[in-house]
T-cell receptor, first 108, second 116 residues
Framework: GQNIDQPTEMTATEGAIVQINCTYQTSGFNGLFWYQQHAGEAPTFLSY????GLEEKGRFSSFLSRSKGYSYLLLKELQMKDSASYLC?????????FGIGTKLQVIP | GAVVSQHPSWVICKSGTSVKIECRSLDFQATTMFWYRQFPKQSLMLMAT?????????EQGVEKDKFLINHASLTLSTLTVTSAHPEDSSFYICSAVTSTSTDTQYFGPGTRLTVL
């Protein structure tokens, strides 16, 4: 089966850096996604990691360690608009499995 | 690129009626579309995988006779909630994959269904 763990809530200050962790246990692995979801809206794609290492895209970076079943999303220079839920999703074979998401609140 | 739209964005209906939700890929052809349901404070739950020109594959526990899925073209999939009941009230989201990037899903904006 599939199991994805993320912290349910986090709070960080505007301008700071925050790291959202995700651990997973899946039967098979073909990639890990991070999505951002604002309240009442559908998720938007942030990143996709299939190999170990760090992928940087502007203020957002995502790291993957397949041997540890571990990923993190790093958000730099936090802005108020970054307040949202961040979903870690794993692609075992063909069907993506989503974690419950981490609700990030950015405070002034 | 890779824009997905849904219609309607929200709908309120009476118990026992049927509701159709459309999912369109606007600037690409989507051989595969996915339908998700999300209850408040919960993650997305995959309901079914829809492939153009063939029957949808439903996840365990999802009633295929209640949630009718049609994928008649490469740019349109529809989900019909038949005989809706209040417990069907949820946020329904579709996603699509492109032929060149079959792993990355692009989500529609979602449809909020409220059944009275």
């Amino acid at each position: 089966g599939q199991n994805i763990d993320q912290p349910t809530e986090m709070t960080a200050t505007e301008g700071a850096i925050v790291q959202i962790n995700c651990t997973y246990q899946t039967s098979g692995f073909n990639g890990l996604f991070w999505y951002q979801q604002h309240a009442g809206e559908a998720p938007t794609f942030l990143s996709y990691n299939v190999l170990d290492g760090l992928e940087e895209k502007g203020r957002f970076s995502s790291f993957l360690s397949r041997s540890k079943g571990y990923s993190y999303l790093l958000l730099k220079e936090l802005q108020m608009k970054d307040s949202a839920s961040y979903l870690c999703a794993v692609l075992p074979y063909q069907k993506v499995t989503f974690g419950i998401g981490t609700k990030l609140q950015v405070i002034p | 690129g890779a824009v997905v739209s849904q219609h309607p964005s929200w709908v309120i209906c009476k118990s026992g009626t049927s509701v159709k939700i459309e999912c369109r890929s606007l600037d690409f052809q989507a051989t595969t579309m996915f339908w998700y349901r999300q209850f408040p404070k919960q993650s997305l739950m995959l309901m079914a995988t829809s492939n153009e020109g063939s029957k949808a594959t439903y996840e365990q526990g999802v009633e295929k006779d209640k949630f009718l899925i049609n994928h008649a073209s490469l740019t349109l999939s529809t989900l019909t909630v038949t005989s809706a009941h209040p417990e069907d009230s949820s946020f329904y989201i579709c996603s699509a994959v492109t032929s060149t990037s079959t792993d990355t899903q692009y989500f529609g904006p979602g449809t909020r269904l409220t059944v009275l």
